[in-house]
């Protein structure tokens, strides 16, 4: 009998080394990488969301990496059949698969399937967003924090339009949007294998602060400039963009929203670990453990 398809799922909190293991993973194993970050498929949003540079892309074949316009929205279920597509073409030339990210519900999408969402009052939005507009940020954050603590625990708390979504599916449904789910994993074709990659906290910690100082050398400020006549975009409501947008704006000076990128940066990380830690499937090693990663998988 013809061996199973494997997928190797490499994840782990923002800066901690992803993107390299995943090229070792999938130079070793003759296949290609499928990305599993919500951000990096925007061609227009490169330096803020550490997209792997033009000597990475070139090294392995990568899928979902500037392949949608900040204009097109995307959700779980749809990165669930792209990801899936991606899987069938990389499984006909290979009987591996990498993928590599960080968004843990795009993750779980594609290992367990995502349920549909039962349709949120528009009314309950729109409300939410005319509050938001007109208060700001915390005063949605402390909504959110009251109404469904469960959901801000693990929410990108500087995503507005993610807030929104959480809280409005809670007034519509009466059940928090993290409850959400049939319990029916869907049957995949392939074995899946989890890897996580985490380093000592203060590690990680200055790694993603001297990220944040290279990609402002590299131009993450120009970058934002040539975005901000869109920045009511949802996909703009990231962290790396928000922070400069309100320096723009004339709410912080220019050294306030680096330290803030790089503070909700590491606040990011640190649900990022909360949310893989979850999975008692995910196998953990340092990101330069790359014989421990090719011996578990093998051992898989």
């Known amino acids: 009998m013809h061996n199973k398809k494997k997928l190797i799922v490499i994840a782990g909190p923002t800066a901690v080394g992803k993107t390299a293991a ?29 997209k792997p540079d033009a000597a990475e892309l070139a090294a392995v074949h990568h899928y ?44 779980k999408a594609l290992c367990e399937g995502i349920d549909e969402m039962p349709k949120t009052d528009r009314a309950i939005e729109k409300a939410l967003q005319d509050g938001y507009d007109e208060n700001g940020m915390e005063w949605l954050q402390n909504i959110v924090a009251k ?10 708390q500087q995503n507005p339009a993610r807030l929104i979504r959480g809280i409005a599916f809670r007034r519509s449904t009466g059940i928090s949007i993290v409850h959400f789910r049939s319990g029916n994993q869907k049957e995949r074709y392939f074995d899946i294998i989890k890897i996580g990659l985490d380093l000592p906290r203060e590690i990680l910690y200055d790694r993603i602060n001297r990220r944040v100082d290279i990609m402002m050398a590299q131009g993450l400020w120009e970058e934002a400039v040539a975005l901000y006549p869109q920045r009511a975009l949802k996909n703009l409501q990231t962290v790396g963009y928000t922070e400069i947008f309100e320096c723009f704006d004339g709410v ?19 649900r990022q670990l909360t949310w893989f830690r979850k999975d008692k499937d995910f196998k953990w090693f340092e990101p330069t453990d790359l014989k421990g990663i090719l011996s578990a998988v093998e051992r898989s």
């Open 22 to 50: 995943a090229i070792h993973v999938a130079k070793h194993f003759g296949t290609e990488i499928i990305s599993a970050d919500s951000r990096q498929c925007y061609c227009e949003m490169s330096i803020g969301t550490a």
């Open 64 to 107: 979902f990496i500037n392949s949608h316009s900040i204009t097109e929205e995307l959700n779980a279920g749809d990165y669930e059949q792209l990801a899936l597509g991606y899987c069938d073409a990389v499984f006909s030339k290979s009987d591996y698969a990498v993928v590599c990210g960080g968004t843990g519900l795009y993750i």
């Open 147 to 156: 109404e469904d603590p469960e959901f801000y625990a693990a929410a990108e």
């Open 252 to 270: 912080i000076t220019q050294e306030k929203s680096i330290e803030l990128i790089k503070q909700h940066s590491r606040n990011y990380a640190k």
